[in-house]
């Protein structure tokens, strides 16, 4: 049990497109995920946690507009780069926190993404 | 000051060796602590939770000091499939239950 999973698992965008990356928990409910990003040998940085129904709470120096957060269901969250950018390249993961406890997360496989 | 700091590595040690790892945090209202487990390009898989008491579980042993802020996690008898980074990994305080990663520790067991 307790499955995330993320798509795509890797893309590949010209500069100034704008990409979505699906997390959804597939076999529990999640009010809250969460969503990281890594740079190569560096560690996770958490971006925003993703509430079910609300607004997600963006970390320091996340810019919300970029990076838009929808999490319209228990099940599922998006984050869609906006007018993405070389240095928007990283490895996005999310992460889903089950809804009756206790309070693990569980991570997805992450997304690869590479803007050329 | 890094919230959570780690030797990065790498560890290269022989089969069979035994292995510790060693974490500070910084923020002394973390609540719950744990190791997590990456392989390369890979998510960070639960290794195990560290409690106060020190917990085991089969070759992994972890340990916490609440007072010097201070993580460990020993691998005995190293396997060639414990190759992997190790993240220190601090659970703070918040109403979100938010997970504040450390940068790793490489290992690299040998034969």
């Known amino acids: 049990g307790a499955v995330v999973s993320q798509h795509p698992s890797r893309v590949i965008c010209k500069s100034g497109t704008s990409v979505k990356i699906e997390c959804r928990s597939l076999?529990?409910?999640?009010?809250?995920m969460f969503w990281y990003r890594q740079f190569p040998k560096q560690s996770l940085m958490l971006m925003a946690t993703?509430?079910?129904?609300?607004?997600?709470?963006?970390e320091q120096g996340v810019e919300k507009d970029k990076f838009l957060i929808n999490h319209a269901s228990l099940t599922l969250s998006t984050l869609t780069v906006t007018s993405a950018h070389p240095e928007d390249s990283s490895f996005y993961i999310c992460?889903?926190?089950?809804?009756?406890?206790?309070?693990?997360?569980?991570f997805g496989p992450g997304t690869r993404l590479t803007v050329t | 000051r890094k919230e959570v700091e780690q030797d990065p590595g790498p560890f290269n040690v022989p089969e069979g060796a035994t292995v510790a790892f060693n974490c500070t945090y910084s923020?002394?209202?973390?609540?719950?602590f744990f190791w997590y487990r990456q392989d390369c390009r890979k998510e960070p898989k639960l290794l195990m939770s560290?409690?106060?008491s020190g917990n085991e579980d089969g070759r992994f042993t972890a340990q916490l000091n609440r007072a010097s802020q201070y993580i460990s996690l020993l691998i005995r008898d190293s396997k060639l499939s414990d190759s992997a980074t190790y993240l220190c990994?601090?659970?703070?305080?918040?109403?979100?239950?938010?997970?504040?990663f450390g940068t790793g520790t490489r290992l690299l067991v040998s034969p």
């Open positions: 990994v601090v659970k703070l305080n918040t109403g979100f239950q938010k997970l504040v």
């Open positions: 076999d529990f409910q999640a009010t809250t």
């Open positions: 923020n002394s209202a973390s609540q719950s």
């Open positions: 993703s509430n079910e129904g609300s607004k997600a709470t963006y």
């Open positions: 560290v409690y106060s």
């Open positions: 992460s889903a926190s089950p809804t009756s406890g206790p309070y693990e997360q569980y």
